[in-house]
């Protein structure tokens, strides 16, 4: 009797010091993972994480515009959308970050005509207009690029790309494709367009 005894109580030791030591393990890998991925991040020369909390799903424009708007995917469909070539995305690094991108999207233009600026009179063309997005960054623009010269035609809020919504990068994105280098005024999770004038 008292040796079955001896024997559960050893059994029962040995099954609970082998499940620890089974967790221990697959904590310390968990651990070694962890440092690893810290050590190794996979590469991201801008340190932007696709993340949903990052997404806008509406676009504000507002400052010294007659018409503030507030605009969604929706209302960007129901202006005039342009297809555009395939665009590749090159940081001011050199490093093209995105190739191929087909994106859909609407004409900067446009949208600041449909908001109207407050134009005092026609020498009144001092403005600035900021793109922001929700992490902080921004892109900005001057009157002139947009209204007289041909980046007016190039600049558009974009809302797919490759026949698909834009998920991880916001809902809209600012491209400027005659940029020489894209990346700069890319701006994904795109929040506001502000318009300002300089003093
Ligand atoms: N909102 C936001 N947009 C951003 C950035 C950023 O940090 N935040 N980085 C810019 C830089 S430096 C580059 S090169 C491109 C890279 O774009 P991609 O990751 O979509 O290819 O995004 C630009 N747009
Ligand atoms: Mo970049």
Wanted: glycine content about 6%; some cysteine.
């Amino acid at each position: 009797m008292k040796k079955v005894l001896f024997l559960i109580v050893a059994l029962v030791y040995i099954l609970t010091f082998s499940r620890c030591r089974n967790q221990k393990k697959s904590g310390e890998d968990l651990k070694n993972k962890d440092s690893s991925t810290l050590a190794t991040p996979s590469h991201n020369h801008t340190g932007i994480k696709d993340t949903v909390s990052m997404v806008s799903t509406t676009l504000s424009v507002s400052g010294d515009v007659n018409f503030p708007l507030v605009l969604t995917v929706d209302s960007l469909k129901k202006m005039k959308v342009v297809g555009l070539d395939s665009l590749n995305i090159v940081c001011q690094s050199g490093a093209t970050t995105s190739s191929s991108v087909k994106s859909r999207g609407v004409l900067l233009k446009d949208i600041l005509e449909k908001a109207s600026i407050k134009q005092v009179n026609h020498k009144d063309r001092n403005f600035y207009i900021v793109a922001r997005a929700t992490d902080g960054y921004k892109a900005t623009f001057s009157w002139g690029e947009i209204f007289n010269n041909p980046t007016g035609n190039n600049t558009y809020i974009t809302f797919e790309e490759n026949g698909q919504p834009i998920v991880t990068k916001g809902s809209m994105i600012l491209n400027c494709v005659n940029d020489i280098r894209t990346g700069p005024r890319h701006v994904i999770w795109l929040k506001s367009i502000e318009v300002k004038k300089v003093d």
